[in-house]
C-alpha cells in the first residue's frame, strides 16, 4: 500500500508543481519589467524563475529540468555577464561614465508614450546570470550526492 501512496504524492506535487511553476515565473517576469521604476528588476526576477526551475527539480528530476530549459547554464552565466559588460562598455564608447544608460521616448500604437531604457539590458543580464550560477549551485551540490 505504501507504494501506491508514494505514486498518489508524487503525482499531487508534479501537478502543483506544474501550476505554481507558471504561477512564479509570470510573476518573476512581472518582477522583472517593474524593476525600473520600482522594487524588482533582474536580480530579484532571475531568483524567482530560479525558484521556479529548482521547484520543477524537486518535484520531477534533472532530465525533466533539462527537457524544459536545454541550456547550458555556464553558458547562460557567460552570455548573461557579457550582456551586463557591454551595455556598461556602450557608454564608455559614446565618451560618458561606465554604466550611464541612455532612454528614448516613442509613440507606440495603442500604448501611447513610452520609454525604453538601457538598463533593461543591463538588468537582463543579472537575470541571466543569476539563473545560471543559481542552478550551476543546484545541480552540482546535487550530483555530488
Given amino acids: ?16 508543481a506544474i501550476i505554481i511553476f507558471f504561477i512564479i515565473v509570470i510573476f518573476s517576469i512581472d518582477l522583472f519589467f517593474a524593476g525600473h521604476y520600482s522594487p524588482g528588476g533582474g536580480f530579484i526576477g532571475g531568483l524567482m524563475t530560479s525558484a521556479a526551475l529548482v521547484l520543477l527539480l ?7 529540468l533539462a527537457n524544459v530549459l536545454p541550456i547550458d547554464y555556464r553558458l547562460m552565466t557567460a552570455s548573461g555577464l557579457l550582456i551586463a559588460l557591454a551595455t556598461g562598455l556602450h557608454s564608455v564608447f559614446l565618451g560618458r561614465p561606465f554604466l550611464t544608460h541612455a532612454y528614448g521616448k516613442f ?3 495603442l500604448l501611447g508614450e513610452q520609454t525604453l531604457h538601457t538598463a533593461i539590458a543591463f538588468d537582463l543580464g ?7 550560477i543559481t542552478l550551476t549551485i543546484i545541480q552540482t ?5
Fill in 58 to 64: 524537486l518535484a520531477f528530476d534533472s532530465k525533466t
Fill in 107 to 109: 509613440d507606440l500604437p
Fill in 1 to 16: 500500500m505504501k507504494q501506491n501512496s508514494k505514486h498518489v504524492n508524487d503525482v499531487i506535487l508534479q501537478t502543483a
Fill in 126 to 132: 543579472v537575470y541571466l546570470v543569476v539563473i545560471g
Fill in 141 to 145: 551540490i546535487g550530483e555530488s550526492e
